[in-house]
């Protein structure tokens, strides 16, 4: 029989037990994932989050293995408890710090970074769980993981942002992040309804160049959709002969036809994303618009035409095909939304209707190596700024591209 004493011990004890039960159960720890092979062990729950194509793990591996030797990744996965609740998808990388004003690159510093890609947060995104996970990045800086973390176009306004911006002492905070605008499309229900969505001089202008290119070239107009993985090769064949041509060639950007390209569109093939539509006139490919359908959306990655054909404005008239196409889907090809990608563009200003604000965000390690970093890149970054709004603000940027653009066309 048990004493009074032992009964009052024993209900005693039993809150103190369950509030030790109750804290092991909310307790917060962040694992860090190092390794490439212990990246399965996230496989579940990384793809019930998932919600970009630029994040899928599939994806995030293919990447990793064409990096050079000594690419490590670096996930922060945190849980509560035994249960995970979100991740940070990065990897850390020995790569560049372009300090650069428009398109001049005035100096490259070699750098040890952690890269954090695009899409790459995953599961609660609260601005508690935020803040722990960018308290973990700055651990890791502090203690010789890299120079700097970089953090690839995050929503201004999302917890992640407000972390990585103003959680940070000034001496390793950005202090120049550069902010864009993201631009996408939600597609109506009827091809009508896209026209109808456009201005009376925009609706004009495309009607007259479609109508001059179908009379110009009667019954030679054909706009093409590449899907399979067998159609990959003659694709990328004909998109090169497109791209070669583009001033985005020029300056070293937009479509290249290489290895590790052609791994992530392989890849994009076999999980039924891919779809790259060509334009030829005359059986000659004169445009194209390469991107992925994943989960209703089609997000655009590559675009491109041959100049030869510029007055009709070949450009637009694929492009607005496929979103006529878009807008009669049905089945597997049903499309919701068109994501225009990175970057702004006076397309996506004309077609866009939803659009959300964007930077890129540096974290410097608080060491003498990422304070000098820093020290180095403000005032670039911040003259490149300034010179950009100033353009913007009288007029000149977009003359001032087109004119840059012209001069690279034609070399």
């Given at each position: 029989m048990k004493t009074v004493s032992a009964i009052l011990d024993e209900q005693l004890t039993k809150p103190a037990l369950i509030r030790r039960a109750h804290e092991a159960l909310n307790e917060v720890r962040v694992r860090i994932i190092r390794e490439a092979s212990e990246v399965a062990s996230l496989r579940d729950v990384w793809e019930a989050w998932n919600w970009h194509p630029n994040a899928d793990i599939d994806h995030y591996l293919t990447v990793l293995r064409a990096m050079p030797e000594g690419t490590n990744p670096m996930i922060l996965a945190l849980y509560r408890g035994n249960r995970p609740v979100a991740m940070l998808i990065g990897r850390v990388e020995d790569g560049d710090l372009s300090l650069r004003i428009g398109y001049k690159n005035l100096m490259r510093v070699r750098v040890r970074k952690m890269v954090f890609i695009y899409g790459g947060l995953l599961g609660e995104c609260s601005a508690e769980n935020c803040g722990i996970v960018i308290k973990s990045v700055n651990d890791c800086l502090r203690h010789g993981d890299a120079d700097l973390a970089f953090f690839n176009s995050l929503r201004t306004n999302s917890p992640l942002h407000l972390a990585a911006t103003r959680l940070q002492s000034v001496f390793v905070?950005?202090?120049?992040?550069?902010?864009?605008?993201h631009r996408g499309m939600k597609v109506p229900a009827k091809a009508d309804d896209v026209y109808r969505a456009l201005s009376a001089k925009v609706r004009k202008n495309l009607g007259w160049q479609a109508r001059k290119l179908v009379k110009d070239f009667s019954g030679e107009v054909e706009v093409r959709c590449f899907r399979e993985p067998a159609e990959l090769e003659p694709a990328l064949h004909d998109v090169e002969q497109v791209a070669r041509m583009t001033y985005q060639r020029g300056l070293g950007v937009g479509f290249v036809d290489a290895p590790i390209l052609r791994q992530f569109l392989s890849l994009?093939?076999?999980?039924?994303?891919?779809?790259?539509?060509?334009?030829?006139?005359?059986?000659?490919?004169?445009?194209?618009?390469?991107?992925?359908?994943?989960?209703?959306?089609?997000?655009?990655?590559?675009?491109?035409?041959?100049?030869?054909?510029?007055?009709?404005?070949?450009?637009?008239?694929?492009?607005?095909?496929?979103?006529?196409?878009?807008?009669?889907?049905?089945?597997?090809d049903l499309v919701g939304e068109v994501d225009f990608g990175l970057g702004d563009a006076q397309y996506k200003a004309v077609l866009g209707n939803a659009e959300w604000q964007e930077s890129?965000?540096?974290?410097?390690?608080?060491?003498?190596?990422?304070?000098?970093?820093?020290?180095?890149?403000?005032?670039?970054?911040?003259?490149?700024?300034?010179?950009?709004?100033?353009?913007?603000?009288?007029?000149l940027l977009q003359k001032t591209k087109r004119i840059w653009r012209r001069r690279v066309a034609n070399r």
């Open positions: 905070r950005d202090c120049a992040p550069m902010t864009e605008m994009q093939a076999q999980k039924g994303w891919l779809r790259a539509y060509i334009l030829y006139i005359a059986d000659r490919p004169c445009a194209f618009w390469i991107g992925k359908l994943y989960k209703k959306t089609f997000h655009s990655d590559f675009m491109g035409y041959n100049p030869e054909y510029s007055k009709y404005s070949p450009g637009m008239f694929l492009v607005m095909n496929v979103i006529e196409k878009f807008a009669d889907g049905r089945g597997s890129s965000v540096y974290v410097f390690a608080p060491t003498l190596a990422g304070l000098g970093l820093n020290f180095l890149r403000t005032p670039t970054a911040l003259i490149d700024q300034l010179a950009k709004r100033y353009l913007d603000k009288t007029g």
